[in-house]
């Protein structure tokens, strides 16, 4: 069955940086979107970034354009989430998705089959 675990989250001060993870396994991983997803305490889901199967199309949040850059590796089965000059705002639970096919039809239009248990991440001084 998919299994999508997340990592690298944590305690950053503002300004400062983190590495998410998402380890996928239990389908062909090179063949799927994925995505990233985020929810603060109190609050809904909030789209964060795609990446096509190839890598080679990108999409991000207005919240976090410029600062967060999405990649994966297909021979790793995982994708990632560099996080730079990090924001309070940017404290939340973050899930790594995975998309029904592909390709995402456009910014934050990805249709998520699989979710993974989320990470911690808390930007404070």
């Known amino acids: ?3 999508l675990v997340e990592s690298g989250g944590g305690l950053a001060q503002p300004g400062g940086s983190l590495r ?5 396994s239990g389908f062909t991983f ?3 979107a994925m995505s990233w997803v985020r929810q603060a305490p109190g609050k809904g889901l909030e789209w964060v970034s795609d990446i096509n199967s ?3 199309r990108t999409y ?3 919240s976090v354009k410029g600062r967060f850059t999405i ?4 021979a790793k089965n995982t994708v990632y989430l560099q996080m730079n000059n990090l924001k309070p705002e940017d404290t939340a639970m973050y899930y790594c998705a995975k998309d029904r096919g592909p390709v995402v039809a456009g910014p934050g239009l990805a249709e998520y089959d699989s979710w993974g248990q989320g990470t911690q991440v808390t ?3």
């Open 20 to 24: 998410l993870s998402c380890a996928a």
């Open 71 to 74: 990649s994966r590796d297909n």
């Open 60 to 62: 991000y949040s207005d």
């Open 54 to 56: 190839s890598g080679g």
């Open 30 to 32: 090179s063949n799927y």
């Open 1 to 3: 069955q998919v299994q």
């Open 123 to 125: 930007v404070s001084s």
